[in-house]
């Protein structure tokens, strides 16, 4: 996929690094979060499910999240699985959880999770040790912890089941260029519905080659890679997966890498 002089990314120097930034919405968008951007950032990725899933918003569809429970899917689905390596950050997820289910949250710039404290939507709190390397939709992965959930408890057991979406968004540059393809191949055996569900990628993208080649640039400080289009779309392709829809994220602060989110099965 990518020239394989580009350095690859090291889980543990990763997770070192968000484990140094704070649990808040500034520290995970790198400075930008007490301005538009988790707002414009939150709406496009709600327009574009409810472009492609209508239904979402009148079925329960079980949809796993890497970061945008509360914001985005929260908004449109009943029943959220949210992953997370990083201790602080789940730590932080619990607690807005368990507060929500409580009707409060201690910091006033925060909601409550919509439908937690009538119990009319679930979210469950999974760790994984590393990032995604290790995790499996289907939850058959050795080293992936459950933590606790918030809001209703279904009588018969869900533990098991598959998703509807598997929603991923800025924690695939963590993965390294075979670790993505064996993850997106896993995502598509996790969909309940392989006609029906979806997978969506929502990343920052650098720039093709000048003579039109895919491209990942390394950067140390965080040991992630950014990948061009093509890059992703080689990673797609690499693991069987069909694009069905992309769309560019508009209304970013000027200067930032271009977001992009994608639709595939």
Not at 4 to 31: C, E, F, K, R
Not at 64 to 90: A, K, N, Q
Not at 151 to 165: I, N, R, T
Request: contains cysteine; charged residues 25%.
């Amino acid at each position: 996929m990518a020239d394989t002089s580009t350095p690859q990314p090291v889980v543990n120097d990763g997770i070192d690094y968000w484990n140094s930034q704070p649990a808040t919405y500034n520290g995970v968008l790198g400075g930008f979060g007490n301005g538009s951007l988790p707002r414009i950032d939150a709406l496009g990725s709600r327009q574009l499910l409810m472009y492609l899933m209508p239904e979402l918003c009148t079925t329960s569809a079980p949809v796993l999240d890497g970061r945008v429970t509360s914001d985005v899917l929260l908004h449109l689905v009943h029943d959220v699985v949210l992953v997370e390596p990083v201790e602080i950050f789940i730590q932080e997820a619990i607690k807005r959880g368990q507060e929500s289910a409580n009707g409060s949250v201690s910091d006033p710039a925060l909601k409550v999770w919509k439908g937690i404290q009538d119990k009319s939507k679930s979210v469950t709190f999974l760790q994984g040790q590393g990032t995604l390397q290790a995790f499996n939709p289907t939850r058959s992965a050795d080293g992936v912890k459950t933590l606790g959930r918030v809001g209703y408890v279904p009588e018969v057991d869900d533990s098991e089941s598959l998703f509807d979406v598997i929603w991923c968004q800025w924690c695939l540059g963590h993965l390294s260029d075979a670790d993505l393809v064996e993850f997106f191949k896993r995502c598509k055996t996790g969909l309940r519905d392989p006609e029906n569900g979806l997978i969506v990628v929502k990343e920052n993208l650098c720039s093709d080659t000048d003579d039109g080649e895919p491209l990942t640039v390394f950067d140390e400080s965080d040991s992630s890679l950014t990948r061009s289009d093509l890059a992703w779309k080689k990673a797609f392709e690499d693991a069987g997966l069909t694009l069905l829809y992309e769309q560019t994220q508009l209304g970013f602060p000027v200067g930032l890498f271009e977001v992009k989110m994608y639709a595939l099965r």
